[in-house]
């Protein structure tokens, strides 16, 4: 599929529910006693594989007509053992944070994964869950417990731990407390960078209790009381503010446009991206900023306009993780040279985004010199990229979005060679651009 120069972008659009929140919104509701509700989730295929994964341990799921989707629980500690392996397509995210679940049940699954997933690192969650006694087993000829296919045997009871995060991940983080939930005692995660806090907001308001304190050193700490008995609650989920990067970034780019993205989450743990654009010289407001289900939420008013360069602290990485392809774009049309650090956990995404940035945005004409550990970009200063190449989105939706917007503002179309991958995210992103009028 192409994507070439753009008129104005004019309108008002609605990104779907936060894929972070949904996939706990499933998790959580299957673990309660009775029946949840659950507004506004993500139809994607990683919230999909979710769904088919705590049906397949034992929760009834359905959509209903409306939208609304139903989740019958079976109570923490009541997951069946499953049938099958549990196939998590794509998605990272169902994989670490169920790992977590089966971790402190008495049922044995195996997770299996697409050639992107099965590439990324799970030595991160088998070792603190191992801590907790679970007990895993890889296939043979992958090295130790750290890559798909792996079988987990859980244990049960399972040993509360207190662990340190090595680095800033959520995933980890939640893999843990979700192990916690069905482990006598209590469980800590000690964060020392803050990172997406879904987990906890959700654990408490399913009723779980949580202790969150500051140390001496300025890091988190977030305790769980095991053996939870979580009430089924309604929720509501809030509109993705990683898929809205998508639609800003491109408002704030394209010529002439003005963009109404509605219902977006701005939790201050994911609203790194508003904040960066913001410093380049972005026009984005926030109106009616609300509360919506326990997170804080508001509609953005975004309008093109010139962005400078930017340079950005490590400690905001957390809070942006997922965004910064699409701001590399962003970069690529500003003027100035830009520079982003501390981005080690790019390369063990759905795709090394680093160097898959690097080399995709060389080939459509941006100059970029790659880090280590990040990326210095220097921009045009608005006069558009050359575009005219294929990018191979290596089944990572983010870069396949990142390149359809960069498409928007360049001299000749930008062919990404595979968009199937946005469907893990965002299916209805085609939809939505052409919703504003891009071609
Ligand atoms: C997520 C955490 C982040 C993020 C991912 C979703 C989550 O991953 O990149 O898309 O829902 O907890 P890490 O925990 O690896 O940073």
Same mark, same amino acid.
């Given at each position: 599929m192409s994507f070439g120069a753009s008129g104005p972008l004019m309108g008002r659009v609605r990104v779907p529910g936060d894929k972070s929140i949904s996939h706990r919104s499933l998790m959580l509701s299957a673990l309660a006693v009775g029946e949840s509700r659950i507004e506004g989730l993500l139809e994607g295929e990683d919230v999909l594989a979710t769904a088919a994964a705590m049906r397949a341990m034992g929760a009834d799921i359905i959509r209903e007509a409306d939208g609304v989707w139903r989740v019958h629980g079976v109570g923490v500690g009541g997951l069946l053992?499953?049938?099958t392996a549990l196939d998590m397509g794509n998605s990272g995210t169902s994989t670490r944070l169920l790992m977590g679940l089966v971790a402190s049940h008495n049922i044995t699954a195996t997770f299996t994964g697409d050639a992107s997933l099965s590439k990324r690192p799970m030595g991160r969650v088998t070792e603190p869950l191992g801590n907790m006694g679970a007990d895993f087993t890889c296939s043979p000829g992958t090295k130790g417990n750290q890559y798909l296919p792996i079988m987990v045997r859980g244990a049960c009871p399972a040993v509360p731990i207190t662990y340190r995060l090595p680095m800033a991940s959520a995933q980890v983080k939640s893999a843990? $407390?979700?192990a916690g939930l069905n482990t006598p005692g209590i469980t800590t995660v000690i964060e020392p960078v803050p990172t997406r806090d879904h987990s906890e907001r959700m654990l408490a308001g399913f009723g779980a209790k949580l202790d969150i304190?500051?140390?001496?050193?300025?890091?988190?700490?977030?305790?769980?009381?095991?053996e939870a008995e979580l009430k089924p609650q309604h929720v509501i989920v809030p509109g993705d503010p990683s898929s809205a990067a998508f639609p800003m970034v491109a408002a704030c780019l394209v010529p002439g446009s003005e963009v109404r993205i509605e219902n977006v989450g701005i939790n201050p743990t994911r609203a790194g991206l508003i904040h960066v654009l913001q410093s380049m010289g972005a026009d984005i407001q926030l109106v009616n900023e609300r509360i919506v289900g326990g997170e804080p939420v508001a509609d953005l008013i975004v309008r093109h306009g010139p962005l400078s360069g930017v340079e950005t602290a490590p400690?905001?990485?957390?809070?942006?993780? =997922?965004?910064?392809?699409?701001?590399?774009?962003?970069?690529?049309?500003?003027?100035?040279?830009s520079r982003f650090t501390g981005l080690e956990e790019l390369r063990v995404k759905e795709s090394d985004r680093i160097s898959v940035m690097a080399k995709g945005l060389t080939a459509i004409g941006a100059r970029v010199e790659e880090l280590?550990? +990040?990326?210095?970009?220097? +921009?045009?200063? +608005?006069?558009?990229?050359?575009?005219?190449?294929?990018?191979?989105?290596e089944l990572d939706h983010r870069i396949a979005m990142?390149?359809?917007?960069?498409?928007?503002?360049?001299?000749?179309?930008?062919?990404? =060679?595979?968009?199937?991958?946005?469907?893990?995210?965002?299916?209805?992103?085609?939809?939505? $651009?052409?919703?504003l009028g891009a071609k």
């Open positions: 053992q499953p049938d843990i $407390l979700l304190s500051t140390d001496a050193d300025g890091a988190r700490v977030i305790s769980i009381h095991g400690e905001i990485v957390p809070a942006m993780v =997922d965004e910064f392809p699409i701001l590399f774009v962003a970069a690529a049309l500003a003027k100035g040279t280590e550990d +990040g990326l210095i970009v220097h +921009g045009t200063g +608005g006069t558009p990229l050359a575009g005219g190449a294929t990018i191979a989105a990142s390149f359809a917007i960069a498409g928007l503002v360049s001299a000749a179309p930008i062919t990404i =060679d595979d968009m199937s991958p946005v469907a893990t995210s965002f299916p209805s992103f085609v939809d939505m $651009l052409a919703s």
